[in-house]
């Protein structure tokens, strides 16, 4: 595995490419099994696989985790070469902007919801970094986590939209044994809500049993909300569901259904979601 940190190496490696089809895993690193199911996905399908560790300070708000967001780049990168990668791009901040530009992309009303809603600016510099790793890389194939349903619903609508020669891979999110979807920010739970972290998952299913079994939305939003109220300490950010990809209020045409939560602990704030 070539581990480089210029844009420049990563311009050379990939004018080499004869051809071969390449499978790109954009990540903020202290990798996981979720990554790992992303990687491994991509080294099936693809000659050569070019991951991605950098914590894109365009994505956080000025209150937010950028400072603390965990790091461990020597266990990243023995997770990256066990699982197969051939070149890690691990790029600095300055490298990747080195420049303050006055053009940006902005997300519309996609990103006027959920996490968007909390968030404001983050998919908009999702996007701004996503393009550049994505005219660098040119992957054939990027693969990203259902984990992160409105990142994804994004990224495929804007991916359309500007007709970028790449296929996206939605990759099924990898939970621990008990239900929890696997989350960099999960070390920042103490014992106590890492117990009730769980809840998460149960009251989105619950919601969604609920809502399968009595059409009916409104409880089944009140039940999820109840869940997650009576048996964790965290504030809920949103509990909510809304047609799949393109974010809107259910109704009889919608074909997928997407129940997303957002769940504010002590030090983090974790998000989970079943697509049905
Ligand atoms: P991150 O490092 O959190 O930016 O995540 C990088 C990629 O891994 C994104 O496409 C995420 O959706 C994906 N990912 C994160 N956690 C999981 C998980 N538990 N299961 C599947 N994919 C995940």
Known sequence: MQTIQTINELKQIIALNNAKTIGFVPTMGYLHEGHQALLNKARKDNDIVVASIFVNPAQFGPNEDLDRYPRDIERDTQLATDAGVDVLFIPSAN???????????????????????????????????????????????????????????????????????????????????????????????????????????????????????????????????????SNTSGKIDYLEALSYPDLKPVTGETKEVLFATAVFFEKARLIDNILT
């Not at 005219?135 to 054939?140: F, R, V």
């Not at 960099?184 to 079994?213: D, I, K, M, P």
């Open 95 to 229: 490298e990747m902007y080195p420049f303050e530009s006055d053009i940006n992309i902005i997300v519309g009303d996609l990103s006027t919801k959920l996490c968007g809603e909390s968030r404001p600016g983050h998919f908009d510099g999702v996007l701004k970094v996503i393009t550049k790793l994505f005219h660098l890389i040119q992957p054939t194939k990027a693969y990203f986590g259902q984990k992160d349903a409105q990142q994804l619903a994004i990224i495929e609508t804007f991916v359309d939209a500007y007709n970028f020669p790449v296929q996206i891979v939605r990759v099924p999110t990898v939970r621990e044994p008990d239900g929890l979807a696997k989350s960099s920010r999960n070390v920042f739970l103490s014992e106590t809500e890492r117990g009730e972290a769980v809840h998460l998952y149960q009251a989105l299913q619950l919601a969604t049993v609920t809502w399968e079994t009595t059409d009916d939305l409104t409880a089944a939003i009140a039940k999820g909300r109840e869940h997650i109220e």
